[in-house]
């Protein structure tokens, strides 16, 4: 089973963060992520940069409305991700239990990462096999 | 005190503690008492108790503290008994107890040598690996294999005696036998690899994951030899062979030919983590060993947008280099379809014949010579040699496949 853990946090975690040495973070991340390399777990993962705030494009209206980060708007915003392959939803909340987080508002979502087999099986993509198979004679 | 979902709720947190953890804690247990059986015994007794303690009393604030430390007072516990027993027995210094896993990397390590000792049989390794490296219980390695528990159990214990009457220890091997015994754990995790990717995709839903663990396990190993080339090599086998289980059974679960996968199924971020450790194996500028060729094959078709874009006559110098690294007649077999797919049936049929000898009784061969005889037109030849691959096969859904080619003559 493959899980995401997706790093969340709001200004205030990030102003907590301001005056903690950025090679001290980089260095429990680093311990962090490489037991979880050694474990065998860890299967991807992304850091998002903290000083820009990217942009955000809202679908609600007709037309796609582009507006700066979730600053202002959410004031929640993900810093990051770990793609996890673990046996079981536990085992990837055990994991995330280890990261080296703390402060207000600073949160691990983890959420399960469907495969391209779950599909329905009327799904678009598997209906077409099925015609291909019939066309080269092997179903 | 508890309610029935919380102590569920608690038992599911330290099953899944235990797969994190165990291989460190027998590790560590093995390491302090030099006894790899005495370690798992100890070990097991720990979760136990965790399991009975954990859902009433709380999990504690450092679990693997806790199971270490109750998993050493068995330990000594035993080691006391014994002595009372033997008095030529050696106390353990009950001084030098690890109170947290150190070294674990080494302890990790020598803990899938000892589980992989050539005094165990093949199927003995396995189910010890799984469990003290993988962390597993009897009961899921059983559903995974479709034996039953005690099946399993009796094969543990077995195996532990075994150890004992080897005298295995807790050691990592000597340099002169390193090749021999890590090309023995690489084999280990080949086997918990294609057992789980044989899994009938219905059963799948209770078996537990092998294929997944083995590609977890070939993920540590690779971290721990990386010096090693067939470590990366079995890595990036297992991955690049796993980017394509998407594709690899239809709607009502039958096999899908590589031929008919819809490569859009295919898992890229798979392929990407395949390809990459096939890198790191070349790196190591030794060649490419057994695991290695054939992840190097898996690779052409990993990256060919389809059969006719494949690279087949790269596929063929593969398949040269691995028949004369370890020949096989299986090996031959797929080099000849490689050189069908290359040069035309022609030039493939004499190669099939050539190894029909040593495959006499395969549906294989027959299978293949029957396809190659269908693509140069000799339909009749091609209809007999289709029909005694079916008489042939003992799998019924290869089986299938090949009815349908066969009624695809017609």
Known sequence: ?139 | MSTAAETVAARRRVEALWRIESARIVGALARYTGDLALAEDVAQEALAEALVNWPREGVPRDPVAWLLTTGRRRAIDTFRRRAALDERLPQLDTGSAPERPDDTDDDVLTLMFTACHPALSREAQVALTLRVVGGLASDEIARAFLVSTATVQARITRAKKSLGAAGAGFETPQADELGARLASVLSVVYLIFTEGSSASSGGALIRFDLASEARRLARVLARLMPGENEAHGLLALLELTSARFPARTGADGEPVLLEDQDRRLWDRSTIRRGRAALRSAERIGRGLGYYGLQAAIAECHAVAGSVAETDWERIVALYEALGTLAPSPVVELNRAVAVSMARGPGEALPLVDAVADGLADSHQVAGVRGELLRRLGRTAEARAELERAVSLCGNDRERTVLTRKLAALD
């Not at chain 1, 050694?38 to 850091?47: D, P, Q, T, W």
């Not at chain 1, 046996?87 to 959420?111: N, Y």
């Open chain 1, 1 to 139: 089973m493959k899980f995401m853990l997706i790093m969340r946090a709001t200004d205030e975690t990030m102003a907590a963060f301001e005056n903690v040495d950025f090679n001290e973070v980089i260095a429990v991340m680093g311990r962090f992520n490489e037991e979880m390399i050694n474990a065998g777990v860890m299967v991807g993962g992304e850091g998002l940069d903290p000083q820009d705030p990217g942009v955000v494009v809202d679908y609600s209206g007709e037309t796609p409305v582009v507006s700066d980060g979730p600053y202002g708007e959410t004031k929640e915003l993900f810093n990051g991700f770990w793609m996890l392959e673990v046996a079981s939803k536990e085992e990837a909340v055990e994991w995330a239990k280890r990261a080296p987080l703390q402060g207000p508002g600073s949160k691990m979502e983890i959420r399960r990462v469907t495969g391209v087999d779950e599909f329905p099986q009327d799904n678009e993509w598997v209906q077409k096999e099925k015609v291909w198979r019939e066309q080269l004679g092997t179903a």
